[in-house]
């Protein structure tokens, strides 16, 4: 970790300042510029890539063969590709407000030819079209800061619940609100990306809940899930279920080859998000290096 890093960790640790919510300019991704620009992100190359598969080896270990699994704004689909790929016996269904989103998902299935994700538009406050106790699973990342206020954040997790079966199980991946405005835009700045994707970053800082906001919101699904959050990534929250399935060899084969095949550059913070979490008690289910 570089010095003005921990600088920066140091003073949102001791600031007693807290930045309002600011909320996304652009709640649903509609326009076809930023849904591509994120959708770069996404890519084996991309920014997000290790943060991508990191999520989906802790989804895997919450997921069973026969699952049917809903990913709320599911967006390009990268995450989905991800998650997908380490469990072809479970079948997934990425929903997505944004026409221009779902259209970059559609081509990343395509090119991934992964064939058990079904995509479909939907607003994730109001899941119209899904019934009640009909998915084993939910997974949602790096989007419920794209919602309004935090009334939508209540309402969306009383429809998680309502078409979560009794025993399903839940991963929710988002950005943590960071006290200084200048934390934000360091972190914002900090992964040297083409001016729309930083943008839309700093945005999303912004417009990320606090961890005391997500929290209540995330209360109704039960005390069986918990939180995980780190000083040493205080932009990054994590609530899950506490099921942990044991990872089968034929899986763990498919993490290590989908582990190999990120950049080292990727491999590197991978293994940095994994060690901070780790150091606050969070592990992976697997070791995939
Ligand atoms: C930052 S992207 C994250 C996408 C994806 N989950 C990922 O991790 O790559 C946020 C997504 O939320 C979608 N979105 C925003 N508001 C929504 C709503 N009310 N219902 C469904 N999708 C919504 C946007 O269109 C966008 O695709």
């Not at 076809?32 to 990191?54: I, R, T």
Request: aromatic share 8%.
């Amino acid at each position: 970790m570089s010095t003005s890093v921990l600088v920066h960790l140091l003073l949102e640790r001791i600031s007693w300042r807290k930045q309002p919510r600011v909320p996304e300019p652009d709640l649903v991704m509609e326009s076809v510029v930023q849904a591509s620009s994120f959708s770069q992100a996404g890519e084996d190359d991309g920014v997000l890539a290790f943060l991508y598969f990191y999520n989906a080896l802790q989804i895997t270990s919450l997921l069973q063969p026969g699952d049917r699994v809903l990913d709320l704004a599911c967006g390009p689909a990268h995450q989905l590709v991800q998650v997908a790929r380490l469990n072809p016996d479970v079948r997934f269904v990425g929903l997505d407000a944004s026409p221009a989103m779902l259209e970059c998902a559609q081509s990343t299935l395509a090119r991934a030819h992964v064939s058990n994700v079904e995509l479909m538009q939907g607003d994730m406050t109001r899941l119209m079209g899904l019934e009640d106790g009909s998915m084993d699973g939910v997974i949602c990342t790096m989007s419920l800061h794209h919602l309004p206020d935090h009334a939508a954040l209540c309402t969306t997790l009383r429809e998680v619940r309502r078409v979560l079966k009794p025993q399903g199980r839940f991963y929710l991946v988002d950005f943590g609100r960071l006290k200084l405005l200048r934390t934000q835009r360091f972190f914002a700045d900090d992964l040297r990306q083409p001016p729309q994707f930083t943008e839309d970053y700093f945005n999303s800082l912004r417009a990320a809940f606090s961890v005391e906001e997500l929290s209540a919101a995330v209360a109704p699904l039960g005390p069986d899930v918990q939180r995980h959050v780190t000083v040493l990534a205080p932009f990054l929250m994590v609530f899950r279920s506490a099921f942990q399935r044991p990872m089968d060899p034929q899986t763990l084969q498919r993490a290590k080859a989908a582990f190999a095949n990120l950049s080292a550059a990727h491999q590197g913070n991978f293994r940095s998000v994994a060690s901070w979490f780790r150091a606050s008690g969070y592990a992976l289910p697997c070791d995939p290096d």
